[in-house]
């Protein structure tokens, strides 16, 4: 193993932005599937009918986010161990990219007949096809993240960036996609040529930092290091005290919060009344307060711990999201519309945390793990997180699909009046807040001491 820096040397901002690049490409196409992939084919639209019911797309989506989570550790442990002269990770970024961008245009366009069978297999097969290379282009990039930043200090303002870059796509799903989608705009595309501007855009920054990024480590073939199993590798991992805790209150937090990021548009449209260009101002209003908090948060990590700020988020996402079941359900001092904006801007607290502090405490755990292994296995800790997060995505989209299903998410109309034809996406809230709370406590039993990186003794 060939370390040719020290925890005291620091990556800077201009290479931080090139690297940074990346998690915007990246997370654009993801986005913008999370966000309204659900939407375009469960709902009529200009042009075409509902492609599929709520539960097979929420079927759809379990399976292809399954698929995409059992190839997280097998790509992790493949860039783990490549070697060649443009190092572990950067291959997969060059080569991968194409593909990925193609899946997520072609996920836009069925070229079936919307309740036929066909359509159903189409949008599965794709859907899976997509998150298999969504993994092998950024459980890569993510890995690079604990190698080119080894200072502690340095890798909160790191994930910070990281956390603004994303904030930047989930800004172009949110605010500029939907005058792409909204008939009524002056920006109207469609949802297919959108899919083209998107993936466009994403294939840009991704190759922006897969040409400019240098890995830190020698990983050329004429380096040779101690080899080791996928099956050691899954061993170790799992064994890591710290990341257990880590991730299985991550899966609880990820099962409630999963489901509230994919249903902005039922959350505008239902319970708050508006359309789905209201979505962008929903956005305008959240993004400032996230902004914000992502000054604040670099603050207080000069006074705090990460794990105990992480704590806070998670408490936090807990207590709010279940307000959102008394928008448009019971009288309130004020409009539907302004209630649901108000606990959109208290969510940015919570959402800030949540988006800075997991990346700086698993390279914290992927350090720890080189203690005890001698091993550099950043992959396969990003990797792990992959599979284990995607699967209770997976499984909450699969949780409101039925929701939706059986309880409702339809506008009142002639055949159904008032809130209860929308009563599944109003139990979205509470649901998540209970999963969310679970995630809290567990999160509690954390051992991993950030200054030394070492597992904290109990007396």
Not at 24 to 44: D, K, P, Q
Not at 206 to 215: C, N, P, Q, S
Not at 257 to 262: S, V, Y
């Amino acid at each position: 193993m060939n370390n040719t820096k020290t925890q005291n040397q620091r990556y800077g901002f201009g290479r931080s932005m090139l690297y940074c690049s990346g998690q915007f490409g990246g997370n654009i196409v993801n986005m913008v599937c999370t966000g309204w992939l659900v939407y375009f084919y469960t709902t009529r639209g200009p042009g075409h009918e509902v492609y599929i019911s709520s539960a097979v797309f929420g079927i759809a989506f379990m399976l292809g986010r399954f698929v995409d989570g059992i190839a997280d550790p097998l790509v992790a442990y493949w860039s783990d161990n490549t070697h060649s002269r443009w190092g572990r990770r950067r291959p997969f970024l060059l080569f991968a990219t194409p593909p990925l961008i193609l899946t997520f245009i072609l996920l836009f366009h069925p070229i079936f007949p919307a309740g036929s069978l066909a359509i159903t297999i189409y949008t599965i097969v794709l859907m899976g096809l997509f998150y298999i290379f969504f993994t092998l282009v950024m459980g890569p990039y993510l890995s690079l993240y604990p190698e080119l930043i080894p200072d502690n200090a340095e890798r909160v303002q790191v994930s910070t960036y990281l956390a603004v870059f994303m904030l930047l796509a989930t800004a172009f799903q949110g605010m500029i996609l939907p005058k792409f989608i909204d008939v009524k705009s002056s920006m109207y595309l469609g949802y297919f040529n959108a899919a083209l501007f998107s993936g466009g855009m994403a294939f840009v920054f991704i190759y922006i930092t897969a040409f400019t990024v240098r890995e830190t480590h020698d990983h050329s073939p004429t380096v040779k290091e101690e080899s080791y199993s996928m099956f050691q590798s899954f061993s170790w991992t799992l064994k890591n005290p710290a990341f257990r805790v880590y991730i299985t209150s991550s899966i609880f937090q990820y099962l409630g919060f999963a489901c509230i990021t994919a249903s902005i548009p039922f959350i505008v449209t239902r319970l708050m009344g508006q359309t789905e260009g209201f979505v962008t101002t929903v956005y305008l209003i959240l993004f400032p307060g996230i902004a914000v908090s992502f000054l604040v948060i670099n603050l207080l990590t000069k006074k705090f711990e990460k794990a105990f700020l992480y704590k806070v988020g998670l408490l936090l996402l807990a207590v709010i999201m279940p307000l959102m079941f008394f928008v448009g359900r019971f009288p309130l001092p004020v409009s539907p519309t302004v209630a649901g904006i108000i606990i959109m801007a208290l969510l940015s607290i919570p959402i800030a945390i949540n988006q800075v502090m997991p990346m700086a405490i698993l390279a914290d755990i992927a350090d720890y793990d080189e203690k005890i292994s001698g091993h550099r296995r950043e992959g396969m800790y990003f990797g792990m997180q992959g599979l284990l997060q995607k699967i209770a995505t997976g499984l909450s989209m699969g949780m409101q699909g039925v929701l939706f299903e059986y309880f409702g998410k339809n506008l009142p109309s002639a055949t159904c009046g008032g809130p209860d034809c929308y009563l599944g996406v109003s139990l979205l809230g509470p649901i998540a807040g209970v999963l969310g709370l679970i995630g809290f406590f567990i999160f509690l039993k954390y051992p991993l001491d950030e200054k030394t990186r070492d597992i904290k003794i109990r007396v």
